[in-house]
């Protein structure tokens, strides 16, 4: 277990949100960012949609990156992630017992001008989402350049800048947030650990 893992896990514990700057290091982030190019070449990327079961629909003027889904890893950089973030969710169990039992992952491009209004990663259906993290993979972010992610926290407004190798987690439910637009392209890895969908008559 890397020890930063257990500082997350008291975090989410207590405010419900914790940074942890260097996660990745560089060389990390820069085989995460040739990987993010591979796939924009091979047209993965797909505009973003918001909501879910019929109302789920494209809104540019609530949400206007593009995402592309990271299931199975096309190298080792991705693979190493998904076995760290691995970790991470066993070691959010054994200390919070939060019973989570999947991984979602996707890279998100936020193309100059592009940004994500107030929400929840928890729609109000389902509780499938409980713990949110965003990986960010912008090398040489600077404060002029926008694109803050801007969290509700139970302290007040808190502004994280989207720099190379900063982690973001929180817990899906309880953090609203928003991504700022930005001025030049802002990329990053998202997902939320999940628990199972509890059947339909105890829900
Ligand atoms: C999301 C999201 C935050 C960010 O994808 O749901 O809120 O900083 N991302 O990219
Ligand atoms: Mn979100």
Do not use: K
């Amino acid at each position: 277990m890397a020890a930063g893992d257990a500082a997350v896990a008291a975090a989410l514990a207590g405010p419900g949100w914790a940074v942890v700057p260097a996660y990745l290091p560089a060389l990390e982030v820069a085989a995460l960012v040739a990987a993010q190019q591979a796939r924009e070449l091979a047209g993965e990327f797909r505009p973003a949609a918001v909501g879910a079961g019929q109302s789920r629909a494209l809104r540019p003027e609530i949400r206007s990156d593009r995402i592309a889904w990271l299931q199975d890893a096309q190298c080792p950089a991705e693979a190493a992630l998904l076995a760290r973030l691995e970790a991470l969710r066993v070691t959010l169990n054994r200390r919070l017992l939060l019973g989570l039992d999947e991984l979602e992952c996707q890279y998100a491009v936020y193309d100059p001008g592009a940004g994500y209004a107030r929400h929840l990663d928890r729609s109000p259906r389902g509780a499938e989402r409980v713990v949110s993290w965003v990986l960010y993979l912008n090398v040489g972010w600077q404060p002029g350049d926008g694109g803050e992610l801007v969290l509700s926290t139970p302290a007040g407004e808190h502004r994280v800048e989207p720099r190379a190798g900063v982690l973001v987690t929180f817990l899906s439910a309880e953090l609203a947030h928003e991504v700022r637009p930005a001025a030049r392209p802002r990329l990053s890895l998202a997902g939320w650990f999940r628990r199972r969908p509890l059947p339909a008559t105890v829900r």
